[in-house]
């Protein structure tokens, strides 16, 4: 699994980080939450290393947008010290797009962390997607599901409220806010874009051709024929992000779409040496160059079949 550490020695840590560590459980998920840029993900590799000594610590990293395990629109887990990991793809950089598949990637993969590792710790880093009635809908639907020891809320006072409401009363979930460090501050929109590209770009490199039978593909988000050949008689769909999956629907790599043809049953996809195995497709939602970078600021949408 290939996975980029943020660099931790660079940050000054809050004493209210140290402090939290004595208030952790000795084993459980931990859900960390916060809006875009609060340091989440800095946080979450902080903890992972000070738990490291105590046992197994499992990073699951659901930040679809700035993916650190695994490639950008999935879902990716590391044993922390480790290169041990897996990802599933989810084909957009927000789970908004797609939060079914979000919360099934995200959940799956904490089981298969932890019977593959017998994790004393799965720490899973999320999106900022925390505004709006679908994003509180799914943050409450990831917390019931992972069922966590603990939820740790980045952010001032009062920020991440609405999303405790449903927990309000309840005792199955510890609930904790801290503060956001000073050395957190706010990315341009570009900065987040230069990266995502930088990364896919690592993803796509040495890919050539593939042309697989459609009657042997696990196909995954696929839209009614007429929709399809509409498509791609547009040309809408040449570019289009794809994941290859093995056989059992985790990922090998990411590719792009070249030609689909439902009607002739194959399809053409442009993707590095590992996908030739592929036993599963998995299509996006973004339309991609071959240097990671975006052909459209739209993304495609598939009538509800997604």
């Not at 009635?133 to 966590?148: D, F, N, R, S």
């Not at 093995?246 to 439902?262: I, N």
């Amino acid at each position: 699994m290939r996975f980029s550490p943020p660099e931790l020695t660079a940050i000054d840590v809050p004493d209210e980080w140290v402090d939290l560590l004595e208030r952790l459980p000795e084993r459980g998920r931990i859900v960390v939450l916060g809006p875009t840029d609060t340091g989440k993900t800095t946080f979450c590799w902080w903890l992972a290393e000070e738990l490291s000594s105590q046992g197994t610590v499992i990073l699951l990293d659901a930040d679809v947008g700035q993916s650190r395990v695994g490639p950008p629109a999935c879902v990716g887990w590391l044993r922390y010290g480790t290169d041990q990991g897996e990802f599933e793809f989810i084909g957009d950089i927000s789970p908004a797009g797609r939060p079914a598949a979000a919360l099934s990637a995200c959940f799956r993969s904490a089981l298969r962390a932890q019977r593959s590792c017998e994790a004393q710790w799965i720490i899973v880093d999320t999106t900022g997607y925390v505004d709006g009635p679908g994003a509180a809908e799914l943050k409450t639907a990831k917390i019931q599901l992972l069922a966590p020891a603990t939820v740790l809320a980045l952010g001032p006072p009062g920020r991440l409220d609405h999303l405790r409401w449903p927990w309000r009363g309840r005792t199955e979930v510890r609930w904790l806010r801290l503060d956001v460090a000073e050395a957190c501050r706010l990315k341009p929109r570009e900065q987040r874009q230069k990266w995502r590209t930088a990364l896919f770009a690592q993803w796509f490199e040495n890919s050539g051709v593939h042309e697989f039978e459609l009657d042997h593909l696990a196909l995954r988000y696929v839209p009614p024929l007429s929709y399809v050949e509409r498509m791609q008689e547009e040309g809408k769909l040449a570019g289009l992000l794809v994941g290859l999956d093995d056989e059992q629907g985790m990922g090998l790599c990411l590719g792009l779409l070249e030609e689909l043809q439902l009607r002739n049953t194959y399809v053409r996809v442009w993707a590095p040496p590992e996908g030739a195995s592929a036993q599963g497709l998995r299509l996006g939602a973004l339309r991609l160059n071959a240097d990671g970078s975006p052909r459209t600021e739209e993304t495609v949408t598939w009538e509800g079949n997604s």
